[in-house]
């Protein structure tokens, strides 16, 4: 029987410098600092979410989360899933937020690809074109898209609000796969088509799974950027059954003032937030990839 010798890789550890670290220690300082600011406010609201409205305005969310699992009040949660609407308005970005994802890479990659690695009339005014919409603030143009969609009937409609999250995040999106496709090598494409492949194979199959880390990254910041959206759903979605979280944290605050159930808020802002922090969580890794790698740069 034959075994293979493992090889171990020899990993190279910088020796401690001192003068580095001294260097860097305001910048340690400030991010312990950030951290524990940090992790104090989220720890709080998950605190105040276990616990009553009593113990909220007394101050002891602490000492009623540290009292025993028995005190941990986990029905502010079914209450806020169920009574305060939180589910609807959790669906609806959901739906929002992926399926603009989906559509942004769909539109954007393709687009991205072309206008990066050929030349041809009109492509520098595409450019600049999409680097100064990003730059025009989004309030300049709600308003005329609000009277255009009401004499066309189209307000409240889910459709129409994932097709605005679409036409408004194709700018950035697409400028930022601009810059990671014209790193790319040449000789990718130039193997491609020795191998037969058209620029569209070529696309699809070297040049987009090329991509995947940089697509992944723009990708979970659009999904941020309409998962946290608040102004759009509260204009076009005319009834809360279409409007998403961040509209229907807003009403569920004002509902505060007939309820007082301030457990049942501090438990829906821990729903809304949990997906996008397990999100970057699980994708943390690919978002650094993306923003710091690439492909053969030539």
Not at 34 to 41: A, G, I, P, Q
Not at 50 to 79: A, D, M, P, Q, R
Not at 132 to 139: D, G, Y
Not at 244 to 264: E, M, P, R
Request: charged fraction near 10%.
């Amino acid at each position: 029987m034959a075994f293979r010798k493992k090889t171990k890789e020899k990993k190279y550890h910088e020796p401690f410098n001192w003068r580095k670290e001294v260097r860097l220690l305001p910048g340690y300082i400030l991010l312990l600092i950030w951290l524990v600011f940090t992790v104090s406010m989220v720890g709080w609201i998950l605190a105040a979410s276990l616990s009553t409205s009593g113990s909220i305005f007394k101050g002891e969310v602490f000492k009623s989360l540290l009292s025993g699992f028995s005190n941990w009040h986990f029905e502010n949660y079914v209450t806020a899933w169920t009574t305060q609407h939180v589910s609807v308005y959790f669906m609806n970005s959901l739906l929002y937020a992926t399926s603009s994802m989906i559509l942004l890479i769909l539109v954007c990659a393709p687009a991205a690809y072309v206008l990066a690695r050929f030349t041809f009339l009109g492509n520098g005014v595409i450019k600049t074109s999409f680097v100064t919409a990003m730059s025009l603030p989004q309030i300049m143009i709600i308003l005329p898209l609000l009277s255009i969609t009401t004499r066309l009937h189209l307000t409240g409609s889910r459709v129409l609000l994932i097709f605005l999250y679409v036409a408004i995040n194709i700018p950035y999106t697409t400028t930022f796969l601009i810059n990671f496709f014209a790193t790319l090598s040449r000789a990718y494409e130039e193997a491609a088509a020795i191998d037969g492949c058209s620029p569209i194979m070529t696309f699809w199959r070297i040049m987009f799974p090329l991509a995947q880390p940089d697509i992944v990254t723009v990708s979970i910041f659009n999904f941020l950027s309409i998962w946290n959206e608040y102004f759009m759903s509260l204009v076009f979605a005319s009834t809360d059954s279409k409007r998403s979280v961040g509209v229907g944290l807003y009403t569920i605050i004002s509902a505060l003032k007939q309820t007082g159930d301030y457990g049942g808020l501090f438990a829906a802002v821990m729903i809304v937030f949990l997906p996008t922090f397990i999100l970057y969580l699980l994708l943390s890794e690919k978002i650094i990839a993306g923003v710091t790698g690439g492909g053969v740069k030539g």
